[in-house]
């Protein structure tokens, strides 16, 4: 997958897909942040609604399910006054034979202007923007182990609104790195907005070989791993890795990486806690922990929201302007124009 | 550059007066129109600027808006680059609103801004203030308060600096948004 930044921007360099924090450059990533800043705030008005996107059509397109994934986009959709469509895919017409070729020139023959897509396949997203609808700006809403970007950006949103700048911090990503869609994208958008002490703790069978040539130290005990860290970030421990033998048991791994108030208290005592949901309590966390006042899953949720709403209207002007620039070059260019 | 205008509205020549000129006349807006503790809303950014100078000399709140997400323009020109959170730290309903812009153009922005200002709430009146307008209306939108009404060429556009001094010019450029 090479072009990364290329294929999300415009020619002008302005944000027209979105599908990985990676290549994107620092700016990038700050003005996604800062526009995503000010949706929080629509979220608190009487009407929390913006006319930014009347008039389009976002379809939702999950191939495989996410319900809290699905809803946060849906409601950051129609918080843009975007007309929305969710489709299960699983349940609609490629359980009947129809290609994901054929469902998605279907969908685009309706002037869709924007496709969130959750596909089980890494790169999936991917290869929807760079070879079936380039005109159309697709937001990728995770993408098997490869990428989940827009939970990435709410955590970069998360630990700037309550920690500011991210140079002097200390983070610590515990878990299933190896499995996680979001921990990749988390370390590529941590390293690009400056902060330099990335820690990724959890067992050996749940490491990734080779993950610290990307800028990262692994750490095998909560001790050393979150030993006076500012953010501490839990990863879902998806208890179906339990069968697979990566893991011995939920209540051994609680034992040895399970966030406890007594854990806790080595981290700085101002530190976060992050937590992308849902919880398993008592196997990644306590409710303790989960419920106290340094835990920020509730804040994550809101902030879930206005992250995505930043990114689809970014996505939308960029994909507009890239429009009207090839509006009188001939078709073919960046596929059929429409008026 | 906007020589003959400044040759013809010697005014834009000293700002400070201007905003004196402006101050007058909220205050008798206020007492005519017997606006009971009115708070002050500036349009991002030279609007917020004039508002802060507003809210002190009328003892009112301040707040601002940034109507970024609210432009009619978002098809053909997309989002602006630098968005900013607007804040309003109050509630607005049935309460009178001064609403402030550095300058008056098209009106397309106050549209925007009026249509912002109803998601935040109803407020009992809204009257809108600028330091200067400019004789090229799109919508039927007129200031209650303005300091200065002039007419400009075609590729002029009237730019207020700041924060910490205002000073108002006339700059000329081809695609101002």
């Known amino acids: 997958m090479t072009n990364l930044a290329n294929l999300q921007l415009t020619e002008r360099g302005e944000l027209r897909h979105f599908l990985t924090p990676e290549g994107l450059d620092r700016l990038m990533l700050e003005r996604i942040l800062d526009t995503a800043d000010s949706f929080v705030v629509v979220g608190n008005q009487e009407v929390k609604k913006v006319p930014l996107l009347r008039g389009r059509t976002v379809v939702n397109l999950f191939f495989e399910n996410s319900t809290r994934t699905r809803s946060t986009f849906e409601l950051a959709a129609k918080r843009l006054s975007a007309d929305v469509l969710t489709l299960d895919i699983k349940t609609s017409a490629t359980s009947k034979g129809e290609s994901l070729l054929d469902t998605l020139q279907n969908l685009r023959a309706m002037h869709s202007d924007m496709f969130v897509v959750r596909h089980g396949d890494s790169g999936a997203a991917h290869f929807i923007a760079s070879q079936v609808t380039p005109d159309v700006a697709i937001i990728n809403a995770g993408d098997g182990r490869h990428a989940h970007p827009t939970q990435a950006m709410l955590d970069?949103?998360?630990?700037?609104?309550?920690?500011?700048?991210?140079e002097p911090l200390s983070v610590a990503i515990v878990g299933d790195i190896l499995h996680?869609?979001?921990?990749?994208?988390?370390?590529?958008?941590?390293?690009?907005?400056?902060?330099?002490?990335?820690?990724?703790?959890?067992?050996?069978?749940?490491?990734?070989?080779?993950?610290?040539?990307?800028?990262?130290?692994?750490?095998?005990?909560?001790?050393?791993?979150?030993?006076?860290?500012?953010?501490?970030?839990?990863?879902?421990?998806?208890?179906?890795r339990m069968e697979c033998a990566f893991l011995p048991s939920a209540g051994e791994y609680f034992r040895l990486y399970g966030l406890t108030t007594k854990r806790l208290a080595q981290a700085k005592p101002d530190a976060i806690v992050m937590h992308p949901g849902p919880i398993n309590r008592g196997i990644e966390i306590e409710s303790a922990v989960a419920d106290g006042p340094q835990s920020m899953?509730?804040?994550?949720?809101?902030?879930?929201?206005?992250?995505?709403?930043?990114?689809?209207?970014?996505?939308?002007?960029?994909?507009?302007?890239?429009?009207?620039?090839?509006?009188?070059?001939?078709?073919?260019l960046i596929g059929e124009q429409r008026s | 550059m906007g020589a003959t205008q400044t040759l013809k509205y010697p005014e834009?020549?000293?700002?400070?007066?201007?905003?004196?000129?402006?101050?007058?006349?909220?205050?008798?807006?206020?007492?005519?129109?017997?606006?009971?503790?009115?708070?002050?809303?500036g349009i991002h950014t030279g609007g917020v600027w004039l508002a802060k100078v507003i809210a002190e000399h009328i003892q009112a709140p301040l707040g601002q808006l940034d109507i970024a997400f609210y432009r009619d323009d978002f098809s053909k020109n997309g989002l602006h680059p630098q968005v900013s959170p607007s804040s309003l730290p109050?509630?607005?309903?049935?309460?009178?609103?001064?609403?402030?812009?550095?300058?008056?153009?098209?009106?397309?922005?106050?549209?925007?801004?009026?249509?912002?200002?109803?998601?935040?709430?109803?407020?009992?009146?809204?009257?809108?203030?600028?330091?200067?307008?400019?004789?090229?209306?799109?919508?039927?939108?007129?200031?209650?308060?303005?300091?200065?009404?002039?007419?400009?060429?075609?590729?002029?556009?009237?730019?207020?600096?700041?924060?910490?001094?205002?000073?108002?010019?006339?700059?000329?450029h081809a695609n101002h948004d």
């Open chain 2, 12 to 41: 834009l020549a000293d700002t400070p007066a201007l905003v004196n000129h402006l101050l007058d006349q909220i205050d008798r807006l206020i007492t005519t129109h017997k606006l009971d503790q009115p708070l002050v809303i």
């Open chain 1, 180 to 240: 996680s869609r979001v921990a990749r994208d988390q370390i590529h958008a941590l390293k690009t907005l400056g902060c330099s002490d990335i820690r990724l703790v959890g067992p050996n069978t749940l490491m990734p070989q080779g993950i610290e040539s990307m800028g990262v130290t692994t750490h095998k005990t909560m001790d050393s791993g979150i030993d006076s860290v500012d953010v501490v970030i839990m990863l879902r421990l998806q208890t179906e």
């Open chain 2, 90 to 172: 109050f509630n607005i309903n049935d309460r009178h609103v001064l609403l402030v812009d550095d300058v008056l153009m098209s009106g397309r922005t106050v549209r925007a801004a009026m249509n912002e200002l109803f998601d935040f709430g109803r407020p009992a009146s809204i009257k809108l203030i600028t330091l200067c307008s400019v004789n090229q209306r799109e919508l039927p939108i007129q200031a209650d308060a303005c300091a200065l009404t002039l007419d400009l060429d075609v590729g002029q556009y009237l730019q207020l600096e700041g924060p910490e001094i205002l000073k108002l010019s006339i700059i000329e």
């Open chain 1, 297 to 332: 899953i509730l804040n994550q949720v809101g902030y879930g929201i206005a992250l995505r709403m930043a990114v689809m209207s970014m996505a939308m002007s960029g994909q507009m302007q890239q429009r009207q620039a090839h509006a009188n070059n001939p078709p073919g």
């Open chain 1, 156 to 166: 970069m949103l998360t630990i700037r609104r309550h920690k500011g700048q991210f």
